[in-house]
């Protein structure tokens, strides 16, 4: 549900027609968007909950202390605008070599590429983002991860994920007493057991 596993494709997908990577690293957009699950790697916002704005392409190793990877596809993150500004040409750790650590400790930032989300964060029942390890609390703490905004929408995700496995319960149960009733397999006793946890379920999802 929050923040998956990013797998990148073969660099050589990324090459114009002359075998080389893009002057306009934006031509590269649609492809690192599905390379990131058209999430923002920092918030986990899809393209569709980002309200109208339209993602961007960050990079990931600030072109300021990074000018050889300006172009290169694998520096490139999409990122809704919000993340990109506050993240802006920040690099805490070495500047010294393109394949340094992106953190130390607790300080940097989490490079989704390299790392499972889910080993240094959880997001919780209310939306808010959660330290496990790593760098997640400087990348809070910078990019207003659990800013209002992001938490109503990961919360929000929360809800729906509930109401549509309970519907999908309702669905497997109303079938199933269906079936037996039209093979005259339950009893008038039966049957108002399972009504009556039809309608349990329909309760919670209306309190969901």
């Known amino acids: 549900m929050f923040f998956p596993e990013l797998k990148r494709r073969n660099e050589k997908d990324y090459l114009n027609n002359l075998a080389q990577f893009y002057a306009d690293y934006r031509q590269n957009y649609s492809k690192v968007s ?3 699950k058209h999430r923002c790697v920092y918030c ?15 990079h990931f190793r600030p072109q300021k202390h ?7 596809p694998y520096n490139l993150y999409l990122s809704c605008p919000k993340c ?6 920040d690099w805490p ?7 340094a650590p992106s953190f130390i400790g607790g300080v940097g930032y989490l490079d989704r590429f390299e790392h499972k989300a889910d080993n240094f964060l959880r997001v919780e029942e209310d939306g808010t983002i959660v330290h496990l390890a790593g760098p997640v609390n400087y990348m809070i703490k910078k990019m207003k ?22 519907l999908e319960g309702i669905e497997r149960l109303t079938n199933k007493l269906i079936e037996d009733c ?21 309760s919670m999802c209306q309190e969901v």
Do not use: P, Y
């Open 34 to 36: 599905e390379d990131c």
């Open 44 to 58: 986990d916002i899809t393209v569709n909950e980002c309200g109208g704005d339209e993602m961007q392409l960050d």
């Open 66 to 72: 990074f000018k050889n990877l300006d172009t290169h």
């Open 84 to 89: 990109n500004v506050l993240k802006t040409s």
């Open 93 to 99: 750790c070495s500047k010294n070599t393109d394949d």
């Open 145 to 166: 991860l659990n800013r209002a905004s992001r938490v109503n929408i990961r919360r929000r995700r929360k809800i729906e994920s509930k109401k549509t496995k309970l």
């Open 182 to 202: 039209s093979q005259s397999k339950i009893n008038g006793k039966e049957l108002s057991l399972r009504l009556t946890e039809i309608k349990h379920l329909f």
